[in-house]
């Protein structure tokens, strides 16, 4: 594996950071509740909210492969400029909004609103992809900031796989028009199959 830059890693422990903030805040949207109507048990409460739990479980896979394979990313990157910077910023950008179209989408699912909370839900995802792709690119390209000693097999991979990254979240943009649900099953699905190693898939997509 190739040694980490004291540029490079002072990125990724920041980096670590925002996604550890971003991942947390998604708990917010789980509620205790504080009033149970008249008859109402304890357990049809908690049931009550089965779109939150939808929403925090998805965003959080999500998420989580989304830091899996930045972190992936930065093996193969020797150094860092203000171009880099740049882009992994606008990344962060991206990710820290998350827990937003999360919220939309614990409070609309099952209800009027709740393809917009979808559509909203599935642009997030599909401009942190296009941060992705440019993060990637402008590291990448000419191999102009990797480490000479990278994996170039890895280094291939990633660029096979994240030009589909925009795709596949623009599939579930389109599939919120047609069925919300089926929308945020697809969602799920991308995220537990991109949280695969990659020896078990050709590379991950997002």
Same mark, same amino acid.
């Given at each position: 594996?190739?040694?980490?830059?004291?540029?490079?890693?002072?990125?990724?422990?920041?980096?670590?950071?925002?996604?550890?903030?971003?991942?947390?805040?998604?708990?917010?949207?789980?509620?205790?509740?504080?009033?149970?109507?008249?008859?109402?048990?304890?357990?049809?409460?908690?049931?009550?909210?089965?779109?939150?739990?939808?929403?925090?479980?998805?965003?959080?896979?999500?998420?989580?492969?989304?830091?899996?394979?930045?972190?992936?990313?930065?093996?193969?990157?020797?150094?860092?400029?203000? &171009?880099?910077?740049?882009?992994?910023?606008? !990344?962060? *950008?991206?990710?820290?909004? =998350?827990?937003?179209?999360? @919220? #939309?989408?614990?409070?609309?699912?099952?209800?009027?609103?709740?393809?917009?909370?979808?559509?909203?839900?599935?642009?997030?995802?599909?401009?942190?992809?296009?941060?992705?792709?440019?993060?990637?690119?402008?590291?990448?390209?000419?191999?102009?900031?990797?480490?000479?000693?990278?994996?170039?097999?890895?280094?291939?991979?990633?660029?096979?796989?994240? &030009?589909?990254?925009?795709?596949?979240?623009? !599939?579930? *943009?389109?599939?919120?028009? =047609?069925?919300?649900?089926? @929308? #945020?099953?697809?969602?799920?699905?991308?995220?537990?199959?991109?949280?695969?190693?990659?020896?078990?898939?050709?590379?991950?997509?997002?």
């Amino acid at each position: 594996m190739a040694a980490v830059s004291n540029d490079t890693a002072r990125i990724e422990a920041f980096s670590d950071g925002v996604f550890a903030i971003a991942i947390t805040l998604l708990v917010l949207d789980l509620k205790v509740p504080r009033e149970l109507h008249e008859g109402q048990t304890l357990t049809a409460a908690l049931a009550h909210q089965w779109p939150a739990y939808v929403a925090f479980v998805t965003s959080f896979l999500t998420i989580l492969v989304m830091w899996i394979n930045h972190h992936r990313m930065f093996t193969l990157i020797g150094r860092a400029d203000d &171009r880099l910077l740049i882009f992994n910023g606008l !990344l962060l *950008l991206g990710i820290t909004v =998350v827990p937003f179209p999360t @919220s #939309l989408v614990a409070e609309y699912l099952g209800h009027d609103g709740q393809r917009a909370a979808a559509l909203v839900y599935n642009g997030t995802f599909i401009a942190i992809a296009i941060c992705f792709n440019l993060l990637w690119r402008t590291a990448a390209v000419g191999d102009r900031l990797l480490n000479p000693a990278c994996d170039r097999t890895a280094v291939r991979n990633i660029f096979e796989s994240y &030009r589909w990254g925009p795709l596949l979240y623009g !599939l579930g *943009l389109a599939l919120a028009f =047609v069925s919300v649900g089926a @929308s #945020l099953a697809l969602n799920l699905g991308l995220a537990i199959f991109f949280a695969l190693p990659q020896r078990q898939r050709k590379g991950s997509a997002v």
